[in-house]
């Protein structure tokens, strides 16, 4: 037996070497990247069943793809989205929330958008941005991405005129005036999107033998995969049930006698007697949707269906042969706040609506990447952008969005698509990763170098002097000429072969924020963030807070020091410890075992310390002194920024300010905008 176990690992691992030589050979492949906002890490079906209903399409990728176990965000918005496209952690931008005039992503450092372009990807960016535009030169379109079209901020109202600014490459759009490449069923009316946007459902098939063709097969399109059923009527209701199948082959008398296919259907006689093959018919199509009116708003449409429709509209207008392969970056601004309805909500419960109404959407856009014969060429990656928090439910991890507990922090995630390996699809991968590691990855795939460093290295911090003057926000690492690298990490070679890696393979210490490392099975939490204040319970599925008891009432509970105060992690006070926490066997964290283990405190502590040394926010918010550390110098010797002031450009804010009023709203970048360079503010 033993050696058929060694025989086992060794074809596995074959297995694996072959698939990773034919995905540098084969086609650079189709990438899709969803940010679901502020989703709960139990508010889909991904981990929590009764959420299926409202999350159908979303729960169905996750179980035909890999479900990420341990991938890490930060606990709030702009700093995770900052760090998907920079590929730097959190504190190598800051943790701050972005405003517009946020100068966060240094423009010396290229996005992932940027990557990919150079790879020769047509690169799309639908929904919210949220991270920081204080020039020209910090909006997605110069950045790689074709189209780029969402809101700067939060999102605010998610229809109507309270939202927030909805830009589309270079400019703001208020009206559909200035809105160019619009959808066509932007702005339909309430009960026309409800009619003719109804949930995407596996539809039963319409399975008449009449239209069946007996003693044929059906050589054409790939197998999804291959069912035992006793009947040809159950064979076609088997395709009728599964997502993306086009049409069927039943075969009597042979293993997997139900072939459930997709692509194209070309049926012809069978060499040998008693096959059947039909078609998917599905039920009556619905009747063809209206013309948006020319009166319509887009503008204000529902921000779901908006980017929504957008996305598909991509997809469908990408051409193969010119176009490249196809990135789409989609980033809904649910299930935010404010909860509004969704149209045509079929769940009695608005927060589920609204996730419903996003997945819906998903749902059209893996069909519409399957009907251009795309997906099967696909990756898709799903996150949410933090934890869950109001509504949202993070069960069985402890906290919400804005805590450092698991369930601000760690979230639902996945990678599905067609270019996942048929042995890996339906598993899990425990590997910790953290949303920086998609630059990489995608990089690679991409077949480009995801590698940014900058021209020289930041000064080094190697004794207590320097390491307290950088806490003090005395000592500039960075100087004039140096940025963050990249922290992330391919992890694709993870993925595919999951039982090589151990969990610490892509960041043996990774540090989510200044003042959470984890390193392997370790957690060590100093304290809370300084910001807004923090639910240190647990919240079950039935949405009921439990307060800790005696036991889990713990040192790190307490906020943090001020920003001003200190950028180093220090507790509320001197007289506390951090907590740790072996977050794989107690991923609630309800033990703290700093007590037991002090020496690994210690070290993970002087660890973090010195990370956090070489930490950048370039606005001040994690700093004394008005926030002037780290970044170069600017031309009025006292704005803080990140970039160089050439790379910003002229900065005229009334002049600015006047030219995005005139669109509808003065809301916008002020540096570097055409025809306002004549003055600097």
Sequence with gaps: RGSTDARDVMLGRVAVLVAAA???????????????DDLGYADSGVHNTAAVAWSGNITALAKEGIVLLNHYTHWHCSPTRRSFLSGRLPIHHGEQLSSNGGD???????????????????????????????????????????TNVGSLQTGGAYSGPGHDTRWQDLHPIWTDSQFTNKPQQCSWSVEERAKYGPPRTAAAATCDPSTWHNNSVAPSGKAIKFDDVNTAGDCCAACGATSGCSHWVFQPNTSGNC?????????????SPGSTAGTNTGPPAPPAPPTAPTSATCTNEYSTDLWGQLAVQAADQHNLSTDGQ????????????????APGDPTGNVYHGMLWRADWFIGQLVDKLKAKEMYDNTLIVYSADNGGTVDGINF????????????????????????????????SNSVTMH????????????????????????????????????????????????????????VWPMLLDPSSHAIDSAHPQLVLSKEVLIAGKWKLLVSQPHFKSQNNGWKSLDGQWRLPNASETVPCMQQDLAPSASSLPVPASVN????????????????????????????LWATLNQSIAYQRDCNGWSYSGGGKIPG??????NTTSCSPAAKIGFCNSDCANAKWKSYGKADGPICDVPNCTSTVF
């Design 326 to 341: 196809l990135y789409i970056h989609l980033c809904f601004e649910a299930v935010h706040t404010p909860y509004d309805k």
């Design 22 to 36: 034919a995905a540098q050979s084969a086609p650079k492949p189709h990438i899709i990247s969803i940010l679901q």
């Design 632 to 637: 170069p110098t600017q031309g009025d010797g």
């Design 435 to 490: 949303i920086v590691d998609w630059y990489a990855t995608f990089s690679y795939l991409a077949g480009v170098s995801g590698k940014d460093d900058p021209p020289t290295p930041p000064l080094p911090v190697t004794n207590p002097s320097d390491q307290a003057r950088a806490a003090a926000g005395l000592l500039n690492v960075y100087g004039e000429g140096s940025f963050p690298a990249v922290d992330g990490v391919n």
């Design 396 to 427: 069985p991890l402890r906290g919400e969005k804005h805590s450092n507990w698991e369930g601000g922090m760690r979230t639902v995630a996945f990678v599905s698509g067609g270019l996942i390996p048929t042995n890996l699809r339906g598993t």
């Design 576 to 603: 506390l410890r951090p907590c740790l926490f072996d977050i794989r066997a107690d991923p609630g964290e309800h033990v703290d075992v700093a007590e037991a283990n002090m020496d690994v405190v210690a070290q």
């Design 104 to 146: 966060d992503i240094d423009l010396r450092m290229s996005w992932v958008s940027d990557k990919l372009a150079s790879a020769g990807y047509s690169c799309h960016w639908f929904g919210k941005m949220h991270t920081g535009f204080r020039s020209m030169n910090h909006l997605g379109h110069n950045h790689g991405f074709k």
């Design 259 to 271: 072939h459930i296919k997709s692509g194209t259907v070309k049926i012809g006689p069978s060499p």
